[in-house]
């Protein structure tokens, strides 16, 4: 089952994502130029904000698709004898400050996050089914209802961010109580 990698963001999330940049974008122009009058400083930070605005929106996306998209389709994690991918998820998956992109497999015996290429902190994370303790929505930033927060009944922690995360965590829960 190939999917397309694809970033979905609602009106709210582009809105508030639009005004962040441009308010701190300005903010950092505004704090390092000095030379100016208080009018010229707003107007240019204004401006130059609302071009970040644009490209981190717009253009940085398009860019990340062509980048990562090409090398998220191709990741295949290791199986285990007799293993069979059911679903794959696109994902990211916290791993301290780091979100390591990739994707969640749901197999008939295990969860597994296999990052891509352009990470840091790259491989495949394990997680049994029978090892899994809780799965619960989580949101991220406080501001965003896309994560899942899983616990292992050792207490490890597993933080993820994905797309359509209800859809997501019920396919999670399903293979749990199996």
Not at 32 to 43: F, G, Y
Not at 45 to 68: C, D, E, H, Q, R
Not at 108 to 114: A, G, S, V
């Amino acid at each position: 089952m190939k999917k397309d990698f694809e970033i979905k963001m609602n009106w709210k999330q582009i809105t508030l994502l639009g005004i962040s940049i441009t308010f701190l974008y300005g903010l950092i122009l505004y704090l390092l130029n000095t030379s100016q009058s208080l009018d010229a400083i707003i107007k240019q930070s204004l401006i130059y904000g609302v071009a970040m605005t644009l490209f981190f929106i717009f253009l940085f996306p398009w860019m990340m698709k062509k980048l990562v998209g090409k090398r998220i389709n191709t990741i295949q994690p290791e199986l285990l004898e007799n293993e069979m991918v059911n679903d794959e998820i696109f994902a990211n998956l916290f791993k301290g400050i780091e979100g390591v992109g990739g994707k969640i497999f749901l197999t008939n015996e295990r969860l597994i996050f296999k990052s891509h290429s352009l990470n840091i902190q790259k491989g495949q994370t394990n997680i049994k089914y029978s090892d899994i303790l809780s799965v619960s929505k989580k949101k991220t930033a406080k501001l965003f209802n896309n994560g899942i927060k899983l616990i292992t009944k050792k207490g490890t922690t597993y933080k993820f961010v994905v797309n359509d995360r209800d859809t997501e965590l019920e396919k999670i829960q399903q293979k749990i109580n199996l």
